[in-house]
């Protein structure tokens, strides 16, 4: 519940993140036969909630949240910087998660910058993915990783372009428009470090979630709360202001902010020192 009533208070323009991830990990959570891991992986352009929405769904199993000892972070350009090590990071990482769901079956795994990730390592994770009971004596099935990339967002931005430019809106788009041609982009991404990966010419990745590009309206949507989280009455005039000075594409329509609620923080500090 607590989930759900966080991504619908904090969460702008995404009914699909909100309608996917909330049936994803409840079913997960709720179904004591689980089969494998749950796995969801999320794109989408910098700054539409993809960190924001892992962040919540992390405090919504741990009261901690990010900060529980049972909640793993990796960001592929810190933990992962060299093409060259690729094999000593593939066996790290399989002992780091081996060790980390021996003493936690229920712990959760997130990947971000996947995008910036080289080609290949994250295969490594493969086996503790799949339909195993037991290996070597420890079930990973309780398990959840979520996987944050930039791939696929152009893909994403195209989708929501043809419905915008038939006349129709965001709220219509469904997963099955977008899911399949979704992974096949990111699949065939060579930047990407999905590229070719077993995960997902095995369906392991659960679901494909779709961050669509944000609009104005969802710009001053961010800049309203982030102004009430500091404690400020709402100034419309401002909240307009900040909006403004987003820039936006395509050129000719100028529908999508560029960074999305990215920039707010820190525009706000321009006005609120």
Not at 28 to 45: D, E, I, M, V
Not at 87 to 92: A, F, I, R
Not at 225 to 247: K, L, P, Q
Not at 250 to 256: A, D, K, L, T
Request: net charge neutral; charged share 25%.
């Amino acid at each position: 519940a607590a989930l759900q009533e966080n991504l619908d208070k904090k969460l702008f323009g995404q009914h699909l993140v909100s309608k996917v991830v909330v049936k994803a990990v409840r079913g997960f959570l709720n179904n004591t036969n689980t089969k494998k891991p749950l796995a969801l992986s999320l794109h989408g352009w910098t700054g539409t909630g993809k960190n924001f929405v892992s962040k919540i769904v992390a405090e919504s199993i741990y009261k901690k949240g990010l900060q529980s000892k049972y909640v793993h972070q990796f960001v592929a350009t810190l933990h992962f910087p060299h093409a060259h090590s690729i094999n000593l990071y593939k066996d790290q990482l399989q002992s780091w998660i081996r060790g980390n769901v021996s003493v936690c079956p229920r712990s959760l795994f997130i990947f971000d910058e996947m995008d910036k990730m080289h080609a290949g390592l994250i295969d490594s994770i493969k086996p503790f993915l799949d339909y195993y009971e037991l290996l070597d004596g420890v079930s990973y099935r309780q398990a959840i990783f979520i996987f944050l990339s930039n791939a696929g967002a152009e893909k994403i931005t195209e989708v929501a372009l043809d419905f915008w430019r038939n006349g129709r809106t965001r709220e219509d788009i469904q997963l099955t428009d977008i899911q399949n041609a979704l992974s096949v982009s990111v699949f065939n991404n060579k930047n990407s470090g999905f590229w070719h990966s077993t995960l997902i010419d095995r369906n392991l990745i659960d679901y494909f979630i779709p961050f669509l590009p944000l609009e104005y309206k969802h710009v001053k949507m961010c800049v309203r709360v982030e102004i009430e989280s500091r404690g400020y009455t709402v100034d419309e005039d401002i909240v307009s202001r900040i909006a403004d000075e987003m820039t936006y594409f395509p050129r000719e329509e100028r529908i999508y902010s560029d960074k999305g609620c990215k920039t707010v923080d820190a525009k706000l500090d321009y006005y609120y020192d």
